[in-house]
């Protein structure tokens, strides 16, 4: 199985930081790589497919990076609906696997 | 807007069946391969099994491959995930993600996701 990758497991930033999470597969996956976003208790939605398409409706301060192994979520000017956890997905090979998912919290 | 309600979940002893259903609306299901994906209680995402738009194609993960079958009627408008000799690690949130390929393939990542149904496999 390709295992994925990321870090930080948590961060704390403010509103308006920048923040980068990376994901890390452990073999190629070239661009099959995808992001979601949990809130609390709620489902997971997804932000980022193909590593860098930005889903319809998905804020524009949400960016992704990256081919091959290593790649990265961004979102600039953080909002206070952007405290959740963030998960990778690749898509490239059975069977799909996820991320550990990244925490972000309010500092 | 698309939307994907997920019923079924429960307590059930070890060993025991159980099946869930997922109802789709605000797409045509008959067009889209779907999947279940599961999270145990404070745990992160697992693909569980994915099935093609006309039901031709099913795949699951090897952890419950013989035990769990997922099927659709796209006449209702529904998707379901048969789960036979439950174990504790099978307990966890299973959500019904809508594929977002248009046709008979998948691209295995998940552009919808219904709010989820508890599965607790209990002793």
């Known amino acids: 199985d390709i295992q994925m990758t990321q870090a930080p497991s948590s961060l704390s930033a403010s509103i308006g930081d920048r923040v980068t999470i990376t994901c890390r597969a452990s073999e190629s996956i070239r661009r099959y790589l995808h992001w979601y976003q949990q809130r609390p208790g709620k489902a997971p939605k997804l932000l980022m497919y193909?590593?860098?398409s930005l889903q319809s409706g998905v804020p524009s301060r949400f960016s992704g990076s990256g081919s091959g192994t290593d790649f990265t979520l961004t979102i600039s000017d953080l909002q206070p609906e952007d405290f959740a956890t963030y998960y990778c997905q690749q898509s490239y090979t059975a069977p799909r696997t996820f991320g550990q998912g990244t925490k972000v919290e309010i500092k | 807007q698309v939307q994907l309600v997920e019923s079924g979940g429960g307590v059930v002893q070890l060993g025991r069946s159980l099946r869930l259903s997922c109802v789709a609306s605000?797409?045509?299901?008959?067009?889209?391969?779907m999947h279940w994906v599961r999270q145990a209680p404070g745990k992160g995402l697992e693909w569980v099994a994915g099935?093609?738009?006309?039901?031709?194609?099913?795949n699951y993960r090897d952890s419950v491959k013989g035990r769990f079958t997922i099927s659709r009627d796209n006449f209702q408008n529904t998707l379901y995930l048969q789960m036979n000799s439950l174990r504790a690690e099978d307990t966890a949130i299973y959500y019904c993600t809508k594929d977002p390929y248009y046709g008979s393939g998948f691209y295995y990542y998940f552009d919808s996701w219904g709010q989820g149904t508890l599965v607790t496999v209990s002793s």
């Open positions: 605000g797409f045509t299901f008959s067009n889209y391969g």
């Open positions: 099935i093609s738009s006309d039901g031709r194609d099913e």
């Open positions: 193909a590593a860098s």
